[in-house]
């Protein structure tokens, strides 16, 4: 089978980690092009990956070049929608950073055209690849704690860095969106029927009349009668903390772990662990599994893991939590 050429979209942070995976643990992939406005963020990130590529500075030529087979989309969140739509239209499968779009429309827009069409598309919601999460699944599929009743998710970010520069309603479109997506996928065969949200500019209320919010608390209640809370915050300074909790009718699960590993000191002063303070530590492996799922969908030509109908319930919820914070009410999915 020959190796799947891939043309990367942004050289940042996340679009080096993904051009590394890319390049140097995916054998059955190739980083062929990296397309970057700023030509000197391409090319120093393939000159610190070893790798001879395209540089793209025009995100078109990259669609238009016919050796490309796929492309990874690590653009700026609101560019993501319309980089999606351009690949489908050039018949390439396109891998995307969440969240895919940013409103319902953008979405049935992708959902109609990669059906037309036949492209696959595949969303990073990389909790589905990490391991504890997918055995949580699991076991729950496989009713080993009978039914769901209470679920827990949060995302809590280590350090609040560029605050001014934060998009309005980041932390339910950008941060929040990976637990919507994981109540989802611990609660299969469930649909949200309300959302109730509130949020707040905890540790930057100076910020708060420009659109900052840093702080949120999320209820969902399912269909299943399962009800489900969600948070998130921007400074967590013990460390990056992702874990959620299913509680069921059988038993219960935890899962998700802020230590950097099994080691516990003990001394004068009591005792402590390490935490992980970056994601990319975090969830390397989840990171990496997600592009070779990706690569192996599209080689095989099965459907990817990570739909577009599940970015759509992830941002379903981050709407409604949006209009929940706006109105001061609880907001049925239905009105949305």
Not at 113 to 141: D, M, T, Y
Not at 191 to 212: M, Q
């Amino acid at each position: 089978m020959n190796k799947l050429n891939i043309g990367l979209i942004g050289a940042g942070r996340m679009g080096a980690f993904h051009g590394e995976t890319i390049a140097h643990r995916i054998p059955e992939a190739n980083l062929y092009a990296v397309s970057d406005p700023f030509r000197e963020a391409a090319s120093s990130l393939l000159e610190k990956l070893n790798v001879d590529a395209k540089i793209y500075t025009d995100i078109d030529d990259l669609f238009k070049d016919p050796n490309v087979d796929a492309v990874v989309n690590v653009s700026p969140a609101r560019t993501h929608a319309s980089n999606v739509l351009k690949a489908i239209e050039h018949n390439k499968a396109i891998f995307c950073e969440k969240p895919m779009a940013v409103t319902l429309e953008e979405i049935a827009e992708i959902e109609k055209l990669s059906k037309e069409k036949n492209v696959p598309v595949q969303i990073g919601f990389n909790r589905r690849f990490e391991k504890g999460f997918k055995q949580a699944h699991e076991e729950i599929v496989a009713g080993n704690i009978g039914s769901p009743q209470l679920l827990k998710s949060n995302t809590r970010d280590p350090q609040l860095n560029n605050a001014e520069k934060i998009p309005e309603w980041t932390i339910f479109i950008e941060t929040l969106i990976h637990d919507f997506d994981t109540l989802m996928y611990l609660n299969p065969n469930a649909k949200p029927v309300e959302v109730y949200a509130k949020a707040d500019a905890l540790i930057r209320p100076d910020l708060k009349e420009k659109g900052l919010l840093d702080t949120a608390v999320v209820t969902v209640t399912f269909d299943n009668g399962c009800i489900a809370v969600a948070d998130a915050n921007f400074q967590a300074v013990y460390g990056y903390d992702v874990r959620a909790e299913v509680f069921g009718s059988e038993g219960m699960i935890t899962l998700g772990d802020l230590n950097a590993s099994s080691m516990k000191k003990f001394n004068q002063h009591g005792a402590n662990n390490q935490t992980v303070r970056y994601d990319q530590d975090l969830l390397f492996d989840a990171y990496v599994e997600e592009l070779k799922s990706f690569v192996h969908s599209v080689q095989t030509k099965e459907q990817p893991i990570v739909s577009v109908n599940d970015a759509k319930w992830a941002l379903t919820l981050a709407l409604a939590s949006i209009e929940s914070v706006k109105t001061e009410k609880p907001v049925k999915i239905k009105d949305l």
